[in-house]
């Protein structure tokens, strides 16, 4: 947790407590240095990164195959910890399913969602929320053991999420240390897989302020799915002209300037 004080966590106000989900087999590490950057950008705010069953922390226990039993598991992980609702969702990828579904079923708990790289039935078809092109890479990775295996999915994780191959050559040791602290087994990232596939979302717009952000240079999503989603539920969409899929590390300084200049606009929330 960055921000206030962990003390101060049960005191926090809607306009200040941001819940951050991350997607597919990835945990509250991978978001690097930007919580820490989202802070400066939102000074007065408490930023909390849960895992998702499956993941990080939570890597012993099994992966919902349903995006509202992730929703339910996040839930009762921050009313064990104090943190009480309204909240601000950060989500990407399939961590973005998660807060649509939660803001669906829940809209009095989410003062407003940022979505980075989402896709989701109706909206997009496959072969755009997975890129045709990864089908053999991601299917040869889930299906093949044995020595090497965490340095062949990490590697392709880096490829086919970030763009800058800095940044990927400087995260690949730090990445395979995070799976081997913490190793998602191949049962709970199918399960997270089929969770991501099977998910449709509500026919209504969530009726909660929506911010969509999205990269072009996105090689595991096509960044027509946010810009779809975005039409369909007339939000406000931003797009990274050369980001990747994971935007907030591809480019953290301009996902948090973002997020901070359009929530200064939303209407805040009173603490339930």
């Not at 339910?72 to 104090?82: P, Q, V």
């Not at 880096?158 to 040791?173: E, G, K, Q």
């Not at 975005?230 to 969409?237: G, R, S």
Request: proline share 7%; hydrophobic share 40%; aromatic share 8%.
């Amino acid at each position: 947790m960055t921000g206030p004080a962990a003390a101060q966590a049960s005191e926090s106000t809607a306009a200040s407590c941001w819940i951050l989900l991350r997607g597919l087999m990835r945990e509250q590490r991978h978001w690097e240095d930007f919580p820490q950057r989202l802070a400066r950008a939102l000074p007065d705010a408490i930023i909390v990164t849960p895992d998702l069953p499956g993941n990080g922390q939570r890597h012993d226990v099994r992966s919902a195959t349903q995006v509202i039993d992730s929703v339910e598991f996040c839930r009762a992980e921050l009313a064990a910890r104090g943190l009480r609702p309204p909240y601000r969702l950060l989500a990407l990828s399939l961590g973005g399913m998660v807060a649509v579904e939660w803001a669906g079923r829940y809209p009095e708990e989410i003062a407003g969602a940022v979505l980075v790289n989402t896709s989701m039935r109706p909206y997009s078809r496959f072969y755009q929320r997975l890129r045709w092109q990864n089908y053999a890479a991601i299917i040869g990775l889930l299906l093949r053991g044995g020595t090497g295996r965490q340095e062949r999915q990490e590697r392709l994780i880096l490829r086919l999420t970030s763009n800058d191959a800095a940044v990927r050559a400087a995260l690949l040791p730090r990445w395979l240390a995070y799976q081997r602290d913490h190793p998602v087994t191949r049962a709970n990232a199918l399960r997270q897989l089929w969770s991501a596939a099977r998910y449709r979302a509500p026919a209504a717009r969530p009726g909660v302020p929506l911010l969509i952000l999205s990269g072009g240079g996105d090689r595991l999503v096509d960044p027509v799915c946010s810009q779809r989603l975005a039409q369909a539920w007339q939000a406000e969409h931003s797009q990274h002209p050369s980001a990747g899929h994971d935007l907030p590390l591809d480019d953290g300084d301009w996902v948090a300037r973002t997020i901070a200049q359009t929530v200064a606009y939303w209407p805040s929330a009173k603490t339930a």
